[in-house]
């Protein structure tokens, strides 16, 4: 294989990677903010009570 | 019901996702110019894309938080959350643009970055809207939220600038691939590759913004009646 298309592919890999890097990590953050929101909700309910 | 909507929307987003990457690496043939390298399109164009429609969602959440402030305080909220929600996410999606951009730069231009008028206009668009969150994020007070509908504003005229400027300017960024002038396009073979892959990344964009809008409204839930229970105890 032609050490050109190797770095080509190397670099298509590398954006694609960091691409789901960063939607899957954002996605993970969004999941913990959400799970904090909703036992702040919880324990206020609790309070109330 | 709903349920049962919403992880039938996640199913088809995710399948979407997975035949968006077989289009873009088994089925779209090697660009005879750029060889390879030309697969990032699958992935950079798409984001650009939806970053410009988030941010032009965050747009009307924000005109929407302006108008309905002193009027309908329940819509205001609603499109404050929209705006930021749009805000956010469009920034996740820009960040990819900047990332991709610069690693399909360096192996079809021999260089990382330069300061043409597409990438100086999409680097602006990026660092208002962070700037945008960084003012939500650290500013306190009741105008916060003013401010910010009104930075989310300026930062939308951005938009229609990044898409300008490389019809407006000659920059390094190519020329347009769809509507550009005359013989710009794309080979049919790539057409559907791309817009396989245009579907995708506006599905998952939508569910994460839908996520991120649903996280912001309990947020401002908690956040009323905690001033409510703050209230009643003084």
Redesign the interface.
């Known amino acids: 294989m032609d050490p050109?298309?190797i770095?080509?592919?190397q670099?298509?890999t590398?954006?694609?990677i960091?691409?789901w890097a960063?939607?899957l990590g954002?996605?993970a953050w969004?999941g913990l903010?959400?799970r904090a929101?909703?036992r702040?909700?919880a324990r206020?309910t609790h309070r109330a009570r | 019901m709903k349920k049962f909507a919403i992880g039938l929307y996640v199913a088809v987003t995710l399948a979407l996702m997975v035949w968006g990457f077989y289009q873009a690496i088994y089925v779209a043939p090697e660009d005879a110019m750029q060889g390879e390298i030309y697969r990032i399109i699958f992935y950079h164009v798409p984001s650009a894309s939806v970053a410009f429609l988030f941010f032009a969602i965050s747009l009307a959440g924000s005109i929407g938080f302006l108008s309905f402030r002193r009027s309908r305080a329940e819509w205001a909220q609603i499109s404050d959350a929209w705006a930021l929600a749009g805000a956010e996410v469009g920034v996740v999606f820009c960040t990819v643009v900047l990332i991709t951009g610069p690693i399909w730069g360096r192996r079809a231009w021999g260089i990382w970055w330069t300061w043409d008028a597409r990438l100086t206009t999409t680097l602006v668009l990026w660092l208002i809207y962070v700037s945008y969150l960084l003012l939500r994020r650290f500013a306190a007070g009741p105008q916060v939220q003013t401010l910010a509908a009104a930075l989310g504003i300026f930062g939308a005229l951005d938009v229609p600038i990044v898409y300008m400027s490389n019809r407006w300017w000659r920059t390094q960024h190519p020329a347009p691939v769809f509507g550009g002038s005359e013989g710009s396009g794309m080979a049919k073979v790539m057409v559907h590759p791309f817009l396989w892959n245009m579907l995708a990344w506006l599905a998952w964009g939508l569910l994460i913004l839908s996520i991120r809008y649903h996280v912001e409204r309990q947020h401002q839930q908690n956040a009323a009646a905690e001033a409510q229970e703050a209230l009643e105890s003084a």
């Open positions: 050109a298309e770095l080509d592919h670099f298509v590398a954006a694609y960091i691409t960063l939607q954002y996605l969004l903010k959400w929101e909703k702040a909700a206020r």
